[in-house]
C-alpha cells in the first residue's frame, strides 16, 4: 500500500479537509493515474453528507476522473505511461452477470463497485478522485481523444456526460424528436448539448430565469421556465422524451403531462427525499412511461467520449482549488455553478 493526499469528509456534518488514504500498487491488470483534474458531481455532495444514508466514512468523493497514466501492471495493453486516462463512477464489477455480458456493468447483479464509497453491496469502502493518484483495473479505465488542454472540460463527461448520453441513445433521440432536459446544472447542461449533438429538437425546463440564454446558446432550441403554469401549458402531449435532471424532490406530474402518447420520462436526478406521489392518471391517459437510468457501463462510457471528441464537445466549468471544495458545494446547492465546478488536483499538496 501506498500512502496518498486526498481531501474528504470524515463524517456527515463535518466539513472536507486533508486526509491520507491507502492505494494499492498496482496488481498485473492495474493501471495508476496521477489525477489532474476531478468534477465536482452533486452525488459527491450527497454522498458526503450522508444524504442517502449509505455513507461509509471517511469519504473521499469524486468520480468525474483525469489525469495521466503513472505507471502499468505487466497485463496492461490499451495504456502506457505518459497516456492519458479517465476514471467515471465505478471501478470494478462481476464481469459474469447478464448485465456484465451486455456490457452494462453499471447493472451488475453480483456487486458494482463504486469509485468512492465501496461495493454498492457492502464491503470495504473506495476512495473517489479528490486525491492525487488512483489505481484502477484497465477494463474500468477510459482513453481519452480530446487534446490536453480540453482536459479540464473533459472530466465532467465521466460521470455528467455518460449519464445522459445513455438514456438519450436508448430512447432513441434523434432527429425529429422533440426532447425536454429538465434542469440545466451539471448534468442537465451536458443533457441538452448531446441531445442537440444527436440531432434532436431540445426544450430546455429550469427553474432559473437567468439560465435562458445560456441554455439557447448550449444548444436548446426553446426554453420553459417550469414554474410558470401558462409557458408549461403550451408543451402538453408535445415532447417525445424527457430526461429529469433534479436534484431536490418535486412533483412530476407537471413533466409527465409534457409527454405525448406512449412516451417516457427518465429521471436521472437521485434526491435524497423521496418525490411525492404521482397522480396515477399522468400515465394512464396516454399510455405513458417513467424510468429511471443509471450513468452508463464502460464500452458506452468510450463511446460517449468519442461521440464528444468527434462533435467538439466538452462541459462548461469553472476551475476550482481543492480547498474551496465546501464553498463550492454550497453554491452547487444555489444553482450557482455554470455548469460544473472541476477541482485542479495540483491544488492539492
Ligand atoms: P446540479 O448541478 O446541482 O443540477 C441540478 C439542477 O436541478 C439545478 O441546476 C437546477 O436547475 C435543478 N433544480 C434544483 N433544485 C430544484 C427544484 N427544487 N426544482 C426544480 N429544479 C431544481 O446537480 P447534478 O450534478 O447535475 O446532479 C443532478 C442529480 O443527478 C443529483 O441528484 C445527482 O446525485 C444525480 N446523479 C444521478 C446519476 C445517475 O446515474 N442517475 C449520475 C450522476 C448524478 P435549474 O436551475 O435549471 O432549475
Ligand atoms: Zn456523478
Redesign the pocket.
Known sequence: MVKVKAFGAKSASSPLSALEIDRRVPNPEDVQIEILYCGV???DL?TARNEWKNTQYPSVPGHEIVGRVTAIGNKVTKFKVGDLAGVG?FVDSCGHCGSCKEHEEQYCENGWTGTYNGPAFGGENTYGGYSKSIVVKESFVLKISHSEKELPSVAPLL??GI?LYSPLKKWKVGSGKKVGI???????HMGVKIANAMGAHVVLF???KN?IQDGLKLGAKEVCI?TDETQMAKYQNQLDFIVN??????KLDAYLNLLKKDSTMT?????ADPHPSIEVFSLIFKRRHLA????GGIKETQEMLDFCAKHKLVSDIEIIKMDYINEAYER??K?D?K??FVIDMLSLS
Open positions: 458531481c452533486h452525488s450527497h463512477c460521470c455528467a449519464t429538465v434542469g440545466l446544472g451539471g448534468l442537465g429550469t427553474t432559473s439560465k417550469s435532471t433534479v436534484a431536490s424532490r418535486h429521471l436521472v436526478g437521485a434526491p429511471g437510468s443509471l450513468v452547487i446547492l444553482s455553478v455548469y460544473r
